[in-house]
């Protein structure tokens, strides 16, 4: 089960619960910091679309399982230097690349 960050309401912990992924976009993130803290807490898995944005490196990072990005080489480079467990570039939907 999935929920999109836009779905969550007042509290985020209880939406939370029972979902497998959390999905985001590169944009929400800055409003996200609580759902991503919820996310760890209720072991829930974090994917970010973050194409048609820079990406900004900074500590939501470490709480994102699956990044999608643009391009290629943005894609190796974050593989490298991130630690998210899986960074794509891709034109598909970020729901086929969920495991």
């Known amino acids: 089960m999935t929920i999109r960050f836009s ?3 007042d509290d ?4 939370l619960q029972g979902k497998r992924w ?7 993130l800055l409003h996200a910091t609580a759902a991503l803290a919820f996310s760890e807490l209720e072991d829930v898995l974090v994917a970010v679309d973050h194409r048609g944005s ?3 490196i ?6 994102t399982h699956l990044l999608l990005v643009d391009d290629d080489a943005l894609a190796n480079e974050l593989r490298t230097t991130s630690g998210i ?3 794509i570039a ?3 939907d ?4 969920l495991w």
């Open 7 to 9: 779905e969550l309401g």
């Open 12 to 15: 985020i912990r209880a939406d």
């Open 22 to 28: 959390l999905l985001l976009s590169g944009e929400e």
């Open 54 to 56: 820079e990406v900004q």
């Open 58 to 63: 900074g500590l939501w990072m470490r709480a």
């Open 85 to 87: 467990t899986r960074v």
């Open 90 to 92: 891709s034109k598909a």
């Open 94 to 97: 970020v729901e086929t690349h």
